[in-house]
T-cell receptor
Framework: AQKVTQAQTEISVVEKEDVTLDCVYE???????LFWYKQPPSGELVFLIR??????QNEISGRYSWNFQKSTSSFNFTITASQVVDSAVYFC????????????????FGTGTRLTIIP | KAGVTQTPRYLIKTRGQQVTLSCSPI?????VSWYQQTPGQGLQFLFE???????NKGNFPGRFSGRQFSNSRSEMNVSTLELGDSALYLC?????????????FGEGSRLTVL
């Protein structure tokens, strides 16, 4: 069974500080995908990034960066120079790859980390 | 490009009633997924439809059902409502590429069961 753990329930940092959100996953699959989503107060989840299990390169997108370490089953997310607009709940998610079933949008989500940026 | 539209946004029902929620995906998206979000259980996958066929299903009782129409719009139905069904129900659409995970979510339908 798949499982995603986000141990940090809530984090508060002062604006312009860096913050890292932790994500640890469990899966028996050798091929899988990892994701981060952001949920602002309006409710809809916003896709941030996807990473497949064969691609361990770290990625940077503006102030956002992701560190995927297969050896520790972790996929951590860092926001540099945080801004008030970054305040939201962030979810890490995992999906399995089903060869027999073209297309699979079933995601297993973590419980989320509520990030508050204090002005 | 219009986003995913869910209706109604808020509704209140009583135990034993049934409810139907609607989701209009982004134009051109053929896959529609449904998720339930509660404070206790978090985000849980309900089911996914593609070309009017249920392609994947989560671990929910048979009271939860869904369907997809030829225009890709989807509905989900919950019968014999229980207090524990109170939740935010999120619909997401995506292109029909395999395993993209690039789901586009609506703002959800918040159901309260009294």
């Amino acid at each position: 069974a798949q499982k995603v753990t986000q141990a940090q329930t809530e984090i508060s940092v002062v604006e312009k500080e860096d913050v890292t959100l932790d994500c640890v996953y469990e899966t028996r699959d050798t091929t899988y995908y990892l994701f981060w989503y952001k949920q602002p107060p309006s409710g809809e989840l916003v896709f941030l990034i996807r990473r497949n299990s064969f691609d361990e390169q770290n990625e940077i997108s503006g102030r956002y960066s992701w560190n995927f370490q297969k050896s520790t089953s972790s996929f951590n997310f860092t926001i540099t120079a945080s801004q008030v607009v970054d305040s939201a709940v962030y979810f890490c998610a995992l999906s399995e790859f089903l060869i027999s079933n073209f297309g699979n949008e079933k995601l297993t989500f973590g419980t989320g980390t509520r990030l508050t940026i204090i002005p | 490009k219009a986003g995913v539209t869910q209706t109604p946004r808020y509704l209140i029902k009583t135990r034993g009633q049934q409810v139907t929620l609607s989701c209009s995906p982004i134009s051109g998206h053929r896959s529609v997924s449904w998720y339930q979000q509660t404070p206790g259980q978090g985000l849980q996958f309900l089911f996914e439809y593609f070309s009017e066929t249920q392609r994947n299903k989560g671990n929910f009782p048979g009271r939860f059902s869904g369907r997809q129409f030829s225009n890709s719009r989807s509905e989900m139905n919950v019968s014999t409502l229980e207090l524990g069904d109170s939740a935010l129900y999120l619909c997401a659409s995506s292109l029909d590429r395999a395993n993209t995970g690039e789901l586009f979510f609506g703002e959800g339908s918040r159901l309260t069961v009294l």
